[in-house]
């Protein structure tokens, strides 16, 4: 007698109120397990999903999408043997070693993914400006490679990171002096209303990317075309303002600030994702031993 035969006789000689007892904590524990492969593949999906960035590094996209395939295998052999003949003490052990592996790796992950972009990153962002100096972490040391960089760069590209600057007016923020999308008259209206309103900004690569600097002094046209300032301070000793191009290819995609940028949007989207992987550790850590304290009992 195997033991899931073992645990049906046991169940069928539970009283009513025991056998609903372990038929929720049974549905709670699959429900948590088949989530875990969705929420694996969710965090996968919402680091592609928040922008071009975590396309382009794919430091910590394709490790999500390996370890929600690997948890996946278990399941489907699971589901495929359930009404055949296949051993399901042997199943269960792979089961067990399988998902001891993944959590292993989930844990693996996610100290990884802080070490890479130096810490979590939560809150609303404010308008500003994204300095180099500012972030540290594997991927930071990564971006000083030059040919490294080259790669990302080519792929913001590719993805039209600089698209929608394109069919935006910019001017200035009085508050701030950093060029921010001209606001609506809703908006406008907002601000007036609730002046802690934040006014409204461009994502972090459009900002190091796709203009200069605002403390360069260069003369807004349109699009991504800026007229040079001569003589502005900044201009003589921020290299990023000697780096910007009108031509559409280059830009500011070799600035200190786009890579600024480029890490800050990392930072945020991990940082999002990461609290679906905190939940994937902690769940079955709370989930199965109700389920087996209900089945002793």
């Not at 645990?7 to 904590?25: I, T, W």
């Not at 960035?53 to 399941?75: D, E, K, Y």
Request: with cysteine.
């Amino acid at each position: 007698m195997t033991d899931f035969d073992r645990f049906r006789s046991k169940y069928r000689n539970m009283s009513g109120d025991r056998q609903e007892v372990v038929c929720l904590a049974l549905s709670i524990y699959y429900m948590c397990k088949g989530g875990i492969v969705i929420l694996l593949l969710g965090c996968a999906v919402l680091l592609i999903g928040h922008n071009s960035s975590a396309v382009c590094t794919r430091v910590l996209l394709w490790p999500t999408i390996a370890i929600g395939l690997f948890l996946m295998t278990p399941c489907i052999l699971l589901c495929c043997c359930s009404r055949s003949g296949c051993d399901r003490d042997c199943l269960a052990v792979l089961y067990g070693v399988v998902f001891i592996l993944g959590t292993v790796s989930l844990l693996a992950l996610l100290i990884f993914g802080y070490i890479a972009v130096g810490g979590p990153k939560y809150g609303k962002d404010k308008v500003r400006e994204y300095d180099l100096k500012d972030y540290s972490g594997w991927l930071r040391g990564r971006t000083d490679d030059q040919q490294y960089w080259d790669t990302l760069s080519a792929c913001l590209r590719r993805k039209h990171a600089c698209k929608r600057m394109t069919t935006r007016q910019l001017v200035r923020d009085p508050d701030t002096g950093i060029f921010v999308p001209k606001p609506t008259s809703d908006e406008i209206q907002e601000r007036k209303n609730d002046p802690d309103t934040a006014p409204p900004a461009i994502s972090p690569i459009e900002s190091g990317c796709c203009k200069p600097p605002s403390s360069c002094g260069f003369t807004y046209v349109n699009g991504t075309t800026w007229t040079p300032a001569p003589g502005a301070p900044a201009a003589e000793t921020d290299v990023d303002c000697s780096r910007w191009s009108n031509d559409q290819q280059e830009l500011c995609f070799q600035c200190d600030s786009c890579k600024a940028g480029l890490l800050h949007d990392i930072k945020k989207g991990w940082s999002m994702s990461a609290i679906g992987l905190i939940v994937m550790l902690v769940g079955p850590i709370i989930v199965v031993p109700c389920i087996l304290m209900c089945a002793s009992g």
